[in-house]
Structures are given as structure tokens and as C-alpha cells.
């Protein structure tokens, strides 16, 4: 029997009896003594608080959040100073199979009405996707309800209008789980570094691509190649649109640009690029070259604003982020005092995003007992988001060219035209396979694709075999 069936009456406890914002001293008494399956004293809980949980959402993530909840519901009571309490599973099919360790009497199909429930104190939204995750969140924070979310896509597109709605309803609105799963990066962002001036956020942030990549790097496969073998190991989704194309990655560099720099990012407002078009060729100039493919997200302060894109880029394997391997996420953050910080783990996953959830839930029952909540994502900064052609960025260039002299003055000259610095060029192979291989310094994003059309149209390039941007502060020479 779990903890949650030996509470009398928790899942159908009178909304009458309840006001959602109690003062931990007026829960104490509705705190059952003998239900946890504590490893905690009983002694410890007789006069505990009560915080009631709603689940919205019992999927790959929900069902760890309740499982965790169960399972350590002694040590949690302890830690936090209330006993939690699942006290309704919204999901969108009831009668659907479950883990055997969900209390099915909790299961309900209405979302809304379990997320505004006077009972209720915190509402975990792990559903997914714009609505009704956005009308439910927005409605729970109006009712006075703690909010916890994984939803990387609301965030990132509605982030202003539920942060408001936070700030507006004095609720708590927490989501560590939203970007790169069990890491602790964004309540480091938020808090640890607050006294600090984060200049670059840079990381691989989407397991799926990462995998994908690593793969084409270790196999010397294709993209359609690794992209079945991730569908068939379960590391990439049927539709895999969202991870390939960059779309996930780009929500989360939204999320991780507005709390590092203050300001109001959305998902729009990042340039975005995926890994489609990643071809072997341009894996063997990455090898050629030492560096690996990665999909990056980076977010960067400079005189100008910000800048946040997602796309592939070469960086050495001397560079930390090039052994992330397999589905795993790693991001740097660069700040002026604290320097450089590194922060690895599994981005995904149902157990390890339950971490991240669980510790939030932690942070807001603790905050809902000392009658507090916890600190904004500010937007005072206000930065302009840069456009992406006003980015510094360097490119790296391998054409197949005409073996012939006077070729590398041609090219050079196509990069001089549009004030593009070279840092590297070489030639490799003679004849039909000769290939002229540039690397740029930095220059603007625009002046990089303006020398590429223009290196396309040349009469002694043969072909742009491949055009990537280079990242990572030593780079290829
Ligand atoms: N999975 C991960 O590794 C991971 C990592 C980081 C963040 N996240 C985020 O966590 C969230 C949940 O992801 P997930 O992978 O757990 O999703 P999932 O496995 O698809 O689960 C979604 C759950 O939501 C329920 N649901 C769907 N529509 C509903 C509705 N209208 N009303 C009530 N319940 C509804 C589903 O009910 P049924 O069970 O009846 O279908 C299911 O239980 C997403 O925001 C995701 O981006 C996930």
C-alpha cells in the first residue's frame, strides 16, 4: 500500500476545508502521522504540515514525479518541513495502463478543475506543449497555487505572459527541468550567479542531435543513417522535427539567454539551424581538421545586445563539450567573476527530469511554508537580440577547386572583398580532388554568407564541398 492510499481521504479531502495559500501552522492539523514510508522518525512527523500536490501529466516525467514522491516521501517531509501529498494525476486517457505503483483513484481527465482545486498548493504541469499547459498554469497561479513546470516550449514562447502571471498572483513558477533534464543550470543562473555578469552561455543542450552527431562522427554514417539507428534506440522520437531542425535546443537557448542576460528572450528570437544538412563531407572536414560536429546552443552579451543562435559547428576535441557523447548535455557558462563553469548530465529522460522537478518542488513547498516566494526571472536588462547577420562568428570552408596557380589569390580576394580575415588555408590533394580548405577569423555572420555565395559563383571553385561555423576558443589552425 502506498503512502498515498493509507491517507484518508487525501484525494477527495473537501475543497471546503482547504484554503490553498494556509499558513503551515493552520496545515499542522490535517497532518496525518502514521502514513509516510519514511525512513524519518514518526516522531518527526506527528506534527508535520501537509502540502498537496497536483500531477498534471503522468507520462515518461509525471510517472517518475509520482513514483519519486512515493518513494521518498519520508526524507522529502524532512527536508522540506511538509509532508507532500499527491493529492490528483491529471492525464489525458484515465482508463490507460500505468505503472503499477499509481493510485488510480487520483486519475482524473480534468485537468482544470484539479489545477484550480481549493486543496491544492502546488500544481506540476508535465504535459508538454502550449495548451493546455499555458490555460492551466496561468489558471493555477490566478487560484494561488505553487507552480512547477517542465515545459521548455511554453517558456520559451509565452515566457513574458507566465512570469507575469507569477509576479502578477505573487506565485512561484519554477522550472529547472525545462532545460537540459536532471542538470542543475538554470537555478545556478538564477541564484548562484546573481551577483556575477554572465557574458556567454554555451552548451549542447538536446541529447537526440547530440546522439545523432556522435554517431556520424564514430560510424562514419549519414544523417538519415543515425538518425533511424537513435529512432530504434529509443533516443529520438517517430516525428523527430523538433530535435533535428533545432527547434527544441532553440527553446531552451531562449530560456537560458533570458536568464543570463536579463532580458526577455522567445523562442523567435533565435536564430536557428539544425543538423539536416550536416553531410558526411562536412564530418571528414571536422575530422581532417581535429574537431567534431556539435549542435550548440549559444548565447552571447556583447556591446550590441544579445545574440542566441542554434547551429552546428566544428569545435576541436580538445574543447570539453567535444567528448560529450551519446544523448548526454553539457553547458559552459562564462562569467566575468566567476570565470568559466562547466555543467554535465543526463538532458533527458524520465528519471533524471523527475530530479529536477522533485528539487523544485522541494524549493516551492519550502518557500510556501516561510510564507515567501522564490526570486523572478528579471528582464531589467532589456538588451536588444541581435539579429544573426550582426554576429561574430568564423567559418570554416573546404571547395573543390581547379588545381591550378592563381586559384588561392581568387579566394582570398572573394574574402578580402566582403572584410573577412583568413586565419588558416590549405590545400589538399592534386588534381580533379584538389580542395582548398579556409578557415576565417571572426567577422560578421552577413560578411561570412555574402563570401560563400560569392566563393559559389567563382570559375575556379568547382564546388562549396562544405561551409560550417567554427566555436571554441582555440579553434582549428
Ligand atoms: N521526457 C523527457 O526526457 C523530458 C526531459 C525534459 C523535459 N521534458 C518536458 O516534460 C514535459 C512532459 O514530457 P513527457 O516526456 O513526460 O511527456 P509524455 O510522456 O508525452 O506525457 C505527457 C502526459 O501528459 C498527459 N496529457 C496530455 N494531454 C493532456 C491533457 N489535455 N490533460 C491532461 N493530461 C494530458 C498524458 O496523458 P496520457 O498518459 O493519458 O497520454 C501524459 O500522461 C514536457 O514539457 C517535456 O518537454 C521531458
Same mark, same amino acid.
Given at each position: 500500500?502506498?503512502?498515498?492510499?493509507t491517507?484518508?481521504?487525501?484525494s477527495? *479531502?473537501?475543497a471546503s476545508?482547504?484554503?490553498s495559500?494556509?499558513?503551515a501552522?493552520? +496545515?499542522?492539523?490535517?497532518?496525518?502521522?502514521?502514513?509516510d514510508t519514511s525512513?524519518?522518525?514518526a516522531?518527526?512527523e506527528?506534527?508535520?504540515a501537509?502540502? /498537496?500536490i497536483?500531477?498534471l501529466g503522468?507520462?515518461?516525467?509525471?510517472?517518475?514525479v509520482?513514483?519519486l514522491l512515493?518513494? %521518498?516521501?519520508?526524507d522529502l *517531509?524532512?527536508?522540506?518541513?511538509?509532508?507532500?501529498?499527491?493529492?490528483g494525476?491529471?492525464v489525458?486517457?484515465?482508463?490507460?495502463?500505468?505503472?503499477a505503483?499509481?493510485?488510480?483513484?487520483?486519475?482524473t481527465?480534468?485537468a482544470?478543475?484539479l489545477?484550480?482545486?481549493?486543496?491544492?498548493?502546488i500544481v506540476v504541469?508535465?504535459?508538454g506543449?502550449?495548451?493546455?499547459a499555458?490555460s492551466?498554469?496561468?489558471?493555477?497561479?490566478k487560484?494561488?497555487?505553487?507552480?512547477v513546470t517542465a515545459n521548455?516550449?511554453l517558456?520559451?514562447?509565452?515566457?513574458a505572459?507566465v !512570469?507575469?502571471?507569477a /509576479?502578477? @498572483?505573487?506565485?512561484?513558477?519554477?522550472?529547472?527541468a525545462?532545460v537540459?533534464?536532471a542538470?542543475p543550470?538554470?537555478?545556478?543562473?538564477?541564484?548562484?550567479l546573481a551577483?556575477?555578469?554572465v557574458?556567454r552561455v554555451?552548451?549542447?543542450v538536446n541529447?537526440?542531435?547530440n546522439y545523432i552527431l556522435d554517431?556520424?562522427?564514430?560510424?562514419?554514417?549519414g544523417?538519415?543513417?543515425?538518425?533511424?539507428?537513435?529512432?530504434?534506440?529509443?533516443y529520438?522520437e *517517430?516525428?523527430p522535427?523538433?530535435?533535428?531542425?533545432?527547434?527544441?535546443?532553440?527553446?531552451?537557448?531562449a530560456?537560458? =539567454?533570458?536568464l543570463?542576460? @536579463?532580458?526577455?528572450?522567445?523562442a523567435a528570437?533565435?536564430?536557428?539551424e539544425?543538423?539536416?544538412?550536416v553531410?558526411?563531407?562536412?564530418?571528414?572536414?571536422a575530422?581532417?581538421l581535429?574537431?567534431?560536429?556539435?549542435l550548440?546552443?549559444?548565447c552571447?552579451?556583447s556591446?550590441?545586445?544579445?545574440s542566441?543562435?542554434? &547551429?552546428p =559547428?566544428m569545435?576541436?576535441?580538445s574543447?570539453?563539450?567535444?567528448s560529450?557523447?551519446g544523448?548526454?548535455?553539457a553547458?559552459f557558462?562564462?562569467?566575468e567573476? =566567476?570565470g568559466?563553469l562547466?555543467f554535465?548530465?543526463?538532458?533527458?529522460g524520465?528519471?533524471?527530469?523527475a530530479?529536477?522537478?522533485?528539487g523544485d518542488i522541494v524549493?516551492?513547498?519550502?518557500?510556501r511554508?516561510a510564507?515567501?516566494?522564490?526570486p523572478?526571472?528579471?528582464?531589467?536588462?532589456?538588451l536588444?537580440v541581435?539579429?544573426?547577420?550582426?554576429?561574430?562568428t568564423r567559418? @570554416?570552408v573546404?571547395l573543390?577547386v581547379?588545381?591550378?596557380?592563381?586559384?588561392l589569390? %581568387?579566394v582570398a580576394?572573394a574574402? =578580402?572583398? &566582403?572584410g573577412?580575415s583568413?586565419?588558416?588555408?590549405? %590545400?589538399?590533394?592534386r588534381?580533379a580532388?584538389? %580542395?582548398l580548405i579556409i578557415?576565417s !577569423?571572426?567577422?560578421?555572420?552577413? *560578411?561570412?554568407?555574402a563570401t560563400?555565395?560569392?566563393?559559389e559563383s567563382l570559375?575556379v571553385?568547382?564546388a562549396?564541398?562544405s561551409?560550417?561555423r567554427? +566555436?571554441?576558443?582555440?579553434?582549428?589552425?
Open positions: 500500500m502506498t503512502a498515498q492510499d491517507s484518508p481521504g487525501a477527495r *479531502a473537501p476545508e482547504e484554503t495559500r494556509a499558513p501552522s493552520e +496545515e499542522t492539523s490535517r497532518a496525518p502521522a502514521s502514513e525512513r524519518a522518525p516522531s518527526e506527528t506534527s508535520r501537509t502540502l /498537496r497536483a500531477l503522468c507520462g515518461s516525467v509525471g510517472s517518475q509520482a513514483r512515493r518513494e %521518498q516521501a519520508g *517531509a524532512v527536508r522540506t518541513g511538509a509532508r507532500l501529498e499527491l493529492a494525476i491529471a489525458r486517457r484515465p482508463a490507460y495502463p500505468r505503472d505503483g499509481i493510485d488510480r483513484t487520483l486519475l481527465s480534468d482544470m478543475e489545477a484550480t482545486r481549493p486543496d491544492i498548493d504541469e508535465v504535459i506543449g502550449i495548451e493546455p499555458r492551466l498554469l496561468l489558471a493555477a497561479m487560484a494561488g497555487k505553487s507552480v521548455k516550449a517558456l520559451a514562447e509565452n515566457g505572459e !512570469h507575469g502571471a /509576479r502578477e @498572483h505573487g506565485a512561484d513558477l519554477y522550472y529547472e525545462a537540459a533534464g542538470i543550470l538554470l537555478r545556478p543562473l538564477r541564484e548562484s551577483g556575477d555578469a557574458r554555451l552548451g549542447i541529447g537526440t542531435t554517431r556520424m562522427d564514430s560510424s562514419g554514417a544523417f538519415t543513417e543515425a538518425l533511424e539507428e537513435a529512432q530504434s534506440m529509443g529520438a *517517430a516525428d522535427t523538433a530535435d533535428v531542425e533545432g527547434f527544441d535546443a532553440a527553446a531552451k537557448a530560456i537560458l =539567454a533570458g543570463a542576460f @536579463h532580458t526577455a528572450v522567445t528570437d533565435v536564430h536557428r539544425g543538423i539536416t544538412d553531410t558526411t563531407a562536412d564530418m571528414a572536414s575530422r581532417a581535429d574537431c567534431v560536429v556539435k550548440l546552443a549559444i552571447e552579451r556591446d550590441g545586445g544579445v542566441v543562435r542554434v &547551429h =559547428a569545435i576541436p576535441r574543447h570539453p563539450l567535444a560529450v557523447g544523448a548526454y548535455n553547458v557558462v562564462e562569467a567573476s =566567476a568559466r562547466m554535465y548530465g543526463a538532458g533527458a524520465g528519471t533524471p527530469t530530479s529536477a522537478v522533485l524549493a516551492v513547498a519550502r518557500n511554508l510564507g515567501t516566494r522564490g523572478d526571472a528579471s528582464t531589467y536588462a532589456a536588444p541581435m539579429p544573426m547577420g550582426e554576429t561574430l567559418y @570554416h573546404s573543390d581547379a588545381d591550378r596557380p592563381g586559384v589569390a %581568387q580576394d574574402f =578580402a572583398r &566582403h573577412v583568413i586565419r588558416a588555408a590549405r %590545400q589538399e590533394a588534381g580532388d584538389a %580542395q578557415v !577569423h571572426q567577422a560578421r555572420d552577413a *560578411a561570412l554568407a560563400v555565395s560569392e566563393l570559375g571553385v568547382r562549396v564541398a561551409v560550417m567554427v +566555436e571554441g576558443e582555440e579553434g582549428p589552425s
